[in-house]
T-cell receptor
Framework: AQKVTQAQTEISVVEKEDVTLDCVYE???????LFWYKQPPSGELVFLIR??????QNEISGRYSWNFQKSTSSFNFTITASQVVDSAVYFC?????????????FGAGTQVVVTP | ETGVTQTPRHLVMGMTNKKSLKCEQH?????MYWYKQSAKKPLELMFV???????ENNSVPSRFSPECPNSSHLFLHLHTLQPEDSALYLC???????????????FGQGTRLTVV
């Protein structure tokens, strides 16, 4: 069973629009870690954020913000005032501290296309 | 050099060839990973090494053979591959468990493999 679901395959926006990427996860561990990565056309996955299961505070970093809702098992990512350089595939990932230690389980990714 | 470096960036090989992919990390990490990224599929974890010991083999066919001579280097030896093995192969490293948690993974730019 897929542990991380990114239901949106592709999102297209015009520059300066906001875009929200959904991530829903599934785990029975009480301690786990959630991540977001960006994969530009060059191929390298760039780490954006790490969040542990005990910290439900939302986080903002520049134009990026993350909304962690344990009650709905979601860890959504919003890009505010999108720019062309934000065009990439974005992956949500889960790492469980007990059952699957050391494995990063990725969602299928969401392709974001920002046009000028 | 810093970060995670993979060579070669591109590789074309015949089904009877033997080749190796190389990954090197300069981050002082203890865990290293091989992932396979095929078109239209989520990232698939192949192998995990912790302190040079293999801790995960995710049902990978024997035509893929990993080697981890030290904590900084990881190889993926390839032989008698099939066309469906064509994909982007990504190497990653992480600190492993730190302070009771799973640290984020840092990725290389990948090797784009084409099997003809």
């Amino acid at each position: 069973a897929q542990k991380v679901t990114q239901a949106q395959t592709e999102i297209s926006v015009v520059e300066k629009e906001d875009v929200t990427l959904d991530c829903v996860y599934e785990t029975r561990d009480t301690t786990y870690y959630l991540f977001w990565y960006k994969q530009p056309p060059s191929g390298e996955l760039v780490f954006l954020i790490r969040r542990n299961s005990f910290d439900e505070q939302n986080e903002i970093s520049g134009r990026y913000s993350w909304n962690f809702q344990k009650s709905t098992s979601s860890f959504n990512f919003t890009i505010t005032a999108s720019q062309v350089v934000d065009s990439a595939v974005y992956f949500c990932a889960l790492s469980e501290a007990q059952r699957n230690w050391g494995k990063f389980q990725f969602g299928a990714g969401t392709q974001v296309v920002v046009t000028p | 050099e810093t970060g995670v470096t993979q060579t070669p960036r591109h590789l074309v090989m015949g089904m009877t060839n033997k080749k190796s992919l190389k990954c090197e990390q300069h981050l002082g990490h203890n865990a290293m990973y091989w992932y396979k990224q095929s078109a239209k599929k989520p990232l698939e974890l192949m192998f995990v090494y912790n302190f040079k010991e293999q801790t995960e083999n995710n049902s990978v066919p024997s035509r893929f053979s990993p080697e981890c001579p030290n904590s900084s280097h990881l190889f993926l030896h390839l032989h008698t591959l099939q066309p469906e093995d064509s994909a982007l192969y990504l190497c990653a490293s992480s600190q492993g468990v730190i302070s009771g948690g799973n640290s984020e993974a840092f990725f290389g730019q990948g090797t784009r493999l084409t099997v003809v």
